[in-house]
């Protein structure tokens, strides 16, 4: 099965054309339209903004003394399946 690629902006509601597709005449073609995803349209956080929102420091009550073991050892358990 071949894939063919084209991304195209809607002009009209609930139409697409499509030109210049590698297909002949007779040929039998399964075609699929997907939809891209909407895009964010707010801007990144600052670091004010990231300090207020209470996401820094939300761990600091976990008993984690050193972050990167910490890291480290959650790869490990995770490579190994052992999650204890």
Do not use: C, H
Not at 2 to 12: G, N, Q, T
């Amino acid at each position: 099965m071949e894939a063919v690629r084209i991304k195209e902006k809607i002009k009209k509601d609930g139409e697409i054309m499509l030109t210049g597709l590698p297909f002949k005449k007779g040929q039998l073609i399964e075609m699929i339209v997907m939809s891209e995803p909407a895009r964010r349209s707010s801007k990144p956080s600052t670091a004010r903004q990231l300090l207020a929102s209470g996401i820094v420091g939300m761990w600091k009550e976990r008993g984690i003394e050193d972050s990167s073991v910490y890291a480290r050892t959650l790869r490990e358990r995770a490579q190994r399946r052992d999650n204890r």
